[in-house]
């Protein structure tokens, strides 16, 4: 099998997977939460299958969706009274945790580490600096929703056991 075919087949289940459980009633989430859902495992996955195979572009693209569905599932669980104030340092932390996983995949290439680690905290900065929320109720939200989501989690590790036998069965 291509190496990237199960990333797309896998993504693919877990969307699908995801829309039955909402229209069967143990998902309650609307369509740009399944979107989201689905940004996060995609990039999951391409992350997952990537690293350690010398596939640079495809830890940093994983890595990047990964994190834009993750902006998607704030964006839609939370009131942003200005997003203007988030655009900015996502962007940053994208980039800085991009990078960080990149230096990850090889651990050889300090740049990448200390380049990784610039934008991490100009972003971390600038969000403590400019930011509207609060630590406190972040975390307060951040449980909520845990509660509301399991079944997410649920559906991405059923999937990621298939890929491990799927990787298994190939060697």
């Not at 655009?87 to 230096?103: D, Q």
């Not at 991490?120 to 609060?134: A, C, E, P």
Request: proline residues 1%; positive net charge.
């Amino acid at each position: 099998m291509n190496k990237s075919q199960p990333i797309l087949t896998y993504t693919l289940s877990f969307l699908i997977l995801a829309v039955i459980f909402k229209i069967i009633g143990l998902l309650i989430v609307n369509n740009e939460e399944i979107l989201a859902y689905t940004f996060i495992f995609y990039g999951i996955s391409s992350v997952y299958l990537s690293l350690g195979r010398n596939k640079k572009f495809r830890v940093f693209l994983g890595a990047v969706v990964f994190l834009i569905g993750i902006i998607f599932f704030i964006l839609n669980n939370f009131d942003i009274i200005s997003l203007s104030k988030i655009i900015f340092p996502s962007i940053i932390l994208i980039l800085g945790i991009g990078c960080l996983m990149l230096y990850i995949d090889n651990t050889n290439d300090k740049a990448i580490l200390y380049a990784s680690l610039i934008f991490i905290l100009i972003g971390l900065i600038y969000s403590m600096s400019f930011g509207t929320m609060k630590f406190g109720f972040f975390i307060y939200s951040i449980y909520h929703i845990i509660l509301k989501y399991w079944i997410i989690v649920i559906i991405a590790v059923i999937i990621f056991t298939a890929i491990k036998r799927d990787e298994k069965s190939e060697v």
